[in-house]
């Protein structure tokens, strides 16, 4: 079955970077895009941007571009969101998903990333 | 970049009413790139309903989705328990994805 298997939780002072993973297992995972959305602490669903596993063409949205990059490995199925200039407004559980002709369809269980000094 | 409002911000029904949900974008978006998505707590958010009003695999046939254009519904004929959550709406066409805020669905 689909599986998405995020790497775990990270502490990081502000300013810092973070690099997330996600290891898809289940499906052929070149022929899908990945999309990555993160939650504030009570918040609502914020989206990260979208990268095509297939040709890596990516898309972010503008107030995280510039400070937000999507890669994928195909090598090894497994998908990365990296993020510099942490502030504490960065504190959220990052979700990984699978996108299948843009809709989001398969979850991964989020990694908590916390900024804190 | 489009942005959707959901409403109400919160709806309290009891089990067994029926749930009515609204999404707004702020300019017109094709049917066929507007989804909702359920969220219980400390879970991760699940596709319900997508391309407007098609609904997911596995998906009770008692959600149902409508709307075109601007205005969007995500409607739960009959309240079971496990369906107080929160519910977003997403667009996902070929610009910037958005999510709306999101409407939280408690027990009255």
């Known amino acids: 079955q689909v599986q998405l298997v995020q790497s775990g939780a990270e502490v990081k002072k502000p300013g810092a970077s973070v690099k997330v993973s996600c290891k898809a297992s289940g499906f052929i995972f070149s022929t899908y895009a990945f999309t990555w959305v993160r939650q504030a602490p009570g918040q609502g669903l914020e989206w990260m941007g979208w990268i095509s596993a297939y040709n890596g063409d990516t898309k972010y949205p503008l107030n995280l571009q510039g400070r937000v990059t999507l890669t994928t490995d195909t090598s090894t199925s497994t998908a990365y969101m990296e993020l510099r200039s942490l502030t504490s407004d960065d504190t959220a559980v990052y979700y990984c998903?699978?996108?299948?002709?843009?809709?989001?369809?398969?979850w991964g269980l989020g990694t908590l990333v916390t900024v804190s000094s | 970049e489009i942005v959707l409002t959901q409403s109400p911000g919160t709806l309290s029904l009891s089990p067994g009413e029926r749930a009515t949900l609204s999404c707004r974008a702020s300019?017109?978006?094709?049917?066929?790139?507007l989804a909702w998505y359920q969220q219980k707590p400390g879970q991760a958010p699940r596709l319900l309903i997508y391309a407007a009003s098609t609904r997911a695999t596995g998906i009770p046939d008692r959600f149902s989705g409508s709307g075109s254009g601007t205005d969007f519904t995500l409607t739960v004929t009959r309240l079971e328990p496990e369906d107080f959550a929160v519910y977003y709406c997403?667009?996902?066409?070929?610009?910037?994805?958005?999510f709306g805020q999101g409407t939280k669905v408690e027990i009255k």
């Open positions: 998903a699978r996108v299948e002709s843009g809709i989001i369809d398969s």
């Open positions: 300019q017109s978006v094709s049917s066929t790139y």
């Open positions: 997403q667009h996902y066409g070929s610009s910037r994805w958005t």
